[in-house]
Protein backbone atom coordinates (compact mmCIF):
# COMPACT_ATOMS: atom_id res chain seq x y z
CA UNK A 1 0.00 0.00 0.00
CA UNK A 2 1.22 3.40 -0.63
CA UNK A 3 1.04 6.38 1.31
CA UNK A 4 -0.52 9.70 0.47
CA UNK A 5 0.85 12.73 1.03
CA UNK A 6 -1.27 15.58 1.10
CA UNK A 7 -0.77 19.33 2.37
CA UNK A 8 -2.34 20.11 5.47
CA UNK A 9 -2.74 24.12 6.50
CA UNK A 10 -2.39 24.95 10.72
CA UNK A 11 -4.53 27.43 12.46
CA UNK A 12 -1.03 30.61 11.85
CA UNK A 13 -1.32 29.74 8.16
CA UNK A 14 1.62 27.51 8.06
CA UNK A 15 1.49 24.49 5.50
CA UNK A 16 2.75 21.06 5.98
CA UNK A 17 2.79 17.30 4.55
CA UNK A 18 0.86 15.03 6.06
CA UNK A 19 2.53 11.35 5.10
CA UNK A 20 -1.35 9.96 5.15
CA UNK A 21 -3.81 11.90 4.15
CA UNK A 22 -5.28 12.10 7.63
CA UNK A 23 -4.60 14.91 11.03
CA UNK A 24 -3.08 12.88 13.84
CA UNK A 25 -3.13 15.99 16.44
CA UNK A 26 -1.34 19.46 16.49
CA UNK A 27 -0.24 21.02 13.80
CA UNK A 28 2.91 21.92 15.00
CA UNK A 29 6.10 20.11 14.44
CA UNK A 30 8.38 19.74 11.98
CA UNK A 31 8.19 19.63 8.02
CA UNK A 32 8.50 15.65 7.90
CA UNK A 33 4.70 15.53 9.47
CA UNK A 34 5.77 14.63 13.13
CA UNK A 35 2.90 15.11 15.63
CA UNK A 36 2.79 15.86 19.19
CA UNK A 37 2.77 11.99 20.70
CA UNK A 38 0.12 13.62 23.61
CA UNK A 39 -2.92 14.80 21.40
CA UNK A 40 -5.42 12.40 20.58
CA UNK A 41 -5.63 11.13 17.27
CA UNK A 42 -8.48 11.74 15.06
CA UNK A 43 -8.86 8.70 14.00
CA UNK A 44 -8.39 5.94 17.21
CA UNK A 45 -6.71 2.55 16.51
CA UNK A 46 -8.68 -0.54 15.63
CA UNK A 47 -9.45 -3.19 17.99
CA UNK A 48 -7.09 -5.40 18.30
CA UNK A 49 -7.95 -8.86 16.35
CA UNK A 50 -9.57 -11.38 18.64
CA UNK A 51 -7.29 -14.12 20.04
CA UNK A 52 -7.54 -17.35 19.55
CA UNK A 53 -9.96 -17.74 23.21
CA UNK A 54 -11.90 -14.85 22.33
CA UNK A 55 -15.53 -15.19 21.80
CA UNK A 56 -16.09 -15.38 18.11
CA UNK A 57 -18.81 -12.97 18.44
CA UNK A 58 -16.60 -10.19 19.47
CA UNK A 59 -17.05 -7.45 16.65
CA UNK A 60 -15.02 -4.43 18.66
CA UNK A 61 -18.32 -2.44 19.25
CA UNK A 62 -19.10 -4.99 22.46
CA UNK A 63 -21.07 -8.21 22.08
CA UNK A 64 -23.02 -9.18 19.18
CA UNK A 65 -26.20 -11.20 19.18
CA UNK A 66 -26.93 -13.25 16.57
CA UNK A 67 -30.92 -14.79 16.08
CA UNK A 68 -31.96 -17.19 14.31
CA UNK A 69 -35.77 -16.48 14.28
CA UNK A 70 -38.84 -18.44 12.41
CA UNK A 71 -41.34 -16.74 10.64
CA UNK A 72 -43.83 -14.09 12.15
CA UNK A 73 -46.47 -16.00 11.98
CA UNK A 74 -51.04 -15.40 12.55
CA UNK A 75 -53.48 -17.15 13.79
CA UNK A 76 -57.01 -16.37 12.50
CA UNK A 77 -58.25 -15.53 16.24
CA UNK A 78 -55.63 -12.50 15.81
CA UNK A 79 -52.46 -13.68 18.01
CA UNK A 80 -49.44 -12.63 16.09
CA UNK A 81 -45.95 -14.19 17.09
CA UNK A 82 -42.17 -14.60 16.04
CA UNK A 83 -40.28 -16.99 17.97
CA UNK A 84 -36.07 -16.88 18.05
CA UNK A 85 -32.99 -18.56 19.50
CA UNK A 86 -30.47 -15.71 20.60
CA UNK A 87 -27.13 -16.07 20.99
CA UNK A 88 -24.38 -13.21 22.81
CA UNK A 89 -20.80 -14.28 23.64
CA UNK A 90 -21.83 -17.32 25.96
CA UNK A 91 -25.02 -17.28 26.79
CA UNK A 92 -28.21 -18.38 24.72
CA UNK A 93 -32.06 -17.67 25.19
CA UNK A 94 -35.00 -17.93 23.58
CA UNK A 95 -37.47 -14.89 22.87
CA UNK A 96 -40.81 -14.80 20.93
CA UNK A 97 -41.84 -11.08 19.98
CA UNK A 98 -45.96 -11.14 19.90
CA UNK A 99 -49.50 -8.81 19.35
CA UNK A 100 -52.55 -9.83 21.35
CA UNK A 101 -55.14 -8.58 18.89
CA UNK A 102 -57.66 -10.85 20.35
CA UNK A 103 -59.37 -8.47 22.84
CA UNK A 104 -58.95 -11.80 25.47
CA UNK A 105 -55.80 -12.33 28.09
CA UNK A 106 -54.08 -15.00 26.68
CA UNK A 107 -51.40 -17.76 28.07
CA UNK A 108 -48.65 -18.34 26.87
CA UNK A 109 -45.57 -20.76 27.26
CA UNK A 110 -42.08 -20.68 25.52
CA UNK A 111 -39.86 -23.30 25.76
CA UNK A 112 -36.25 -23.26 24.94
CA UNK A 113 -34.92 -26.99 23.97
CA UNK A 114 -31.18 -27.43 24.14
CA UNK A 115 -28.69 -29.94 23.26
CA UNK A 116 -29.11 -33.04 25.38
CA UNK A 117 -32.29 -33.05 26.32
CA UNK A 118 -32.36 -30.14 28.67
CA UNK A 119 -35.60 -27.38 28.19
CA UNK A 120 -36.53 -24.10 29.43
CA UNK A 121 -39.70 -22.87 30.18
CA UNK A 122 -41.20 -19.72 30.57
CA UNK A 123 -44.83 -19.02 31.24
CA UNK A 124 -46.19 -15.61 29.75
CA UNK A 125 -49.42 -13.74 30.59
CA UNK A 126 -50.09 -11.88 27.50
CA UNK A 127 -52.20 -8.86 28.40
CA UNK A 128 -55.72 -8.21 25.99
CA UNK A 129 -53.82 -5.28 24.48
CA UNK A 130 -53.05 -5.05 20.77
CA UNK A 131 -49.46 -3.93 21.98
CA UNK A 132 -46.18 -5.30 20.59
CA UNK A 133 -44.69 -7.32 23.37
CA UNK A 134 -41.83 -9.57 24.10
CA UNK A 135 -41.55 -13.12 26.32
CA UNK A 136 -37.99 -14.18 26.71
CA UNK A 137 -36.67 -17.45 29.06
CA UNK A 138 -33.34 -16.57 31.47
CA UNK A 139 -30.29 -16.58 29.83
CA UNK A 140 -28.08 -19.72 29.79
CA UNK A 141 -24.65 -20.43 29.14
CA UNK A 142 -24.42 -22.32 25.63
CA UNK A 143 -23.87 -25.79 25.49
CA UNK A 144 -23.00 -27.37 22.10
CA UNK A 145 -23.86 -25.61 18.63
CA UNK A 146 -26.01 -22.95 18.43
CA UNK A 147 -28.16 -25.13 16.02
CA UNK A 148 -28.89 -27.20 18.33
CA UNK A 149 -30.74 -25.03 19.97
CA UNK A 150 -34.87 -24.38 19.19
CA UNK A 151 -37.56 -22.23 20.91
CA UNK A 152 -41.07 -22.65 20.98
CA UNK A 153 -44.12 -20.14 21.67
CA UNK A 154 -47.72 -21.06 22.34
CA UNK A 155 -50.32 -18.90 22.48
CA UNK A 156 -53.66 -20.49 24.27
CA UNK A 157 -56.68 -18.85 25.30
CA UNK A 158 -56.74 -18.08 29.18
CA UNK A 159 -57.40 -21.11 31.58
CA UNK A 160 -56.47 -22.04 35.49
CA UNK A 161 -53.92 -24.18 34.41
CA UNK A 162 -51.33 -22.47 31.38
CA UNK A 163 -51.91 -24.43 28.66
CA UNK A 164 -55.17 -26.47 29.58
CA UNK A 165 -57.15 -23.63 27.17
CA UNK A 166 -57.22 -23.95 22.84
CA UNK A 167 -53.93 -23.49 21.49
CA UNK A 168 -54.66 -20.76 18.97
CA UNK A 169 -51.01 -20.31 17.93
CA UNK A 170 -47.48 -22.27 17.55
CA UNK A 171 -44.36 -20.10 16.52
CA UNK A 172 -40.92 -21.63 16.81
CA UNK A 173 -37.85 -20.73 15.39
CA UNK A 174 -37.32 -23.14 12.86
CA UNK A 175 -41.12 -23.45 11.56
CA UNK A 176 -41.72 -23.15 7.96
CA UNK A 177 -41.88 -20.67 6.10
CA UNK A 178 -44.99 -21.16 4.41
CA UNK A 179 -48.33 -22.33 6.20
CA UNK A 180 -46.56 -21.64 9.22
CA UNK A 181 -47.41 -24.60 12.16
Excluded: I
Excluded at 130 to 149: F, I, K, S, V, W
Aim: include cysteine; proline fraction near 9%.
Amino acid sequence: MSARASSRVSPDGSSRAASDGFSHGSSHGSSRGDTDPKAPSAFPAPPPAPSAGSSPLLLGLGLATAARCGPGLTSPEGVEAQTCVLTQGDDTWARTYYRNATGSALDAVLSLMAPEGRTVQMRCAVAAEDEPETCETPRERTRGTLDAYTAVAEFSAFAREAGEGPLLLRSGSNSPGAGGS
